[in-house]
């Protein structure tokens, strides 16, 4: 009964429970942004095998459980955005003269950022979150799949998990206008991200080929984030500009340019991140060399 998949989806969240609770006492500390990240990776890997295999898993078992680490990744997103946000901005910030104004003008995220923590300790204090936790352990030894009459051995299915998604990503690069918008690029994003979680899904059982297809969706992954950083970035910018006194939205006018290059640099590279997933997903086609 599809035996391989599930048994990977089990070992997959026994793996990402053990890297969540791992980072959950830095992610507490706030000291090392890094630490957040890395729970919040784990948070969203979860999600995605649960979603990635949901047609051999018990729906009723597993999309609750899908919804409620939805739950726990919102509760931690806004601190990992606004991490990443002031950090980008300080380097940014960093060598210009006006310092006192960067300051002033970053003072309204920084009060942001110090709410969004209280926010996120409020919620990893929860009994909505130590019964997640037990959740999450109690399917990584029991999560029950769908009753079926498959019986290999889970290689083939899960290499078709992985070549259905990318199907869906080539469908929404085809449909692209020549000059994309910002949010249609976003969206290619965030389904490159489910390519690579599910060829995650699948590397224990598929080796070399889905090893490239995950570099390589990584490296899009990576063109493609920093184009939606930059889009970020620039309205958040003008945001701050417009209720920011001159001083300040002059040091707004001069990063807004900045991401402007940003944001045309990473357009001028993706496509090429495009073509290297490409050939990549070519390989996981063929199988083992």
Not at 206 to 218: E, S, V
Not at 233 to 254: H, K, S
Request: charged share 40%; hydrophobic share 35%; glycine share 8%.
């Amino acid at each position: 009964m599809s035996g391989g998949v599930v048994d990977q989806v089990r070992s997959g969240l026994a793996t990402r429970l053990q890297a969540l609770r791992e980072h959950e006492g830095g992610t507490r500390d706030g000291s090392d942004p890094e630490e957040l990240h890395q729970m919040r990776v784990s948070v969203r890997r979860m999600r995605e095998m649960l979603r990635s295999a949901r047609s051999f898993l018990d729906r009723e078992h597993s999309e609750p459980l899908r919804n409620e680490l939805g739950w726990l990744g919102r509760a931690l997103g806004p601190v990992r955005d606004l991490d990443v946000l002031l950090e980008h901005l300080r380097e940014q910030t960093a060598e210009m003269p006006e310092q006192d104004a960067a300051e002033r003008l970053l003072a309204g995220l920084d009060a942001e950022h110090e709410r969004a923590r209280a926010d996120l300790l409020a919620a990893l204090d929860s009994d909505r979150y130590r019964a997640l936790l037990d959740w999450v352990e109690e399917a990584s030894r029991e999560l029950p799949a769908r009753e079926s009459d498959a019986g290999d051995d889970g290689g083939s299915e899960l290499r078709d998990l992985v070549l259905r998604q990318f199907g869906k990503l080539r469908k929404d690069v085809g449909k692209l206008p020549d000059d994309p918008p910002d949010d249609r690029l976003h969206a290619l994003r965030i389904r490159g991200k489910k390519v690579r979680y599910t060829a995650e899904l699948a590397e224990p059982a598929l080796g070399k080929p889905i090893k490239r297809l995950i570099k390589a969706t990584k490296k899009f992954q990576d063109v493609l984030g920093e184009h939606q950083d930059a889009c970020v970035a620039e309205q958040r910018l003008r945001d701050l500009a417009a209720e920011a006194d001159a001083g300040a939205a002059f040091v707004a006018g001069r990063l807004v340019e900045r991401e402007q290059l940003r944001k045309a640099d990473r357009r001028a590279r993706w496509p090429g991140a495009w073509d290297q997933l490409v050939e990549a997903e070519k390989g996981v086609r063929r199988g083992p060399r």
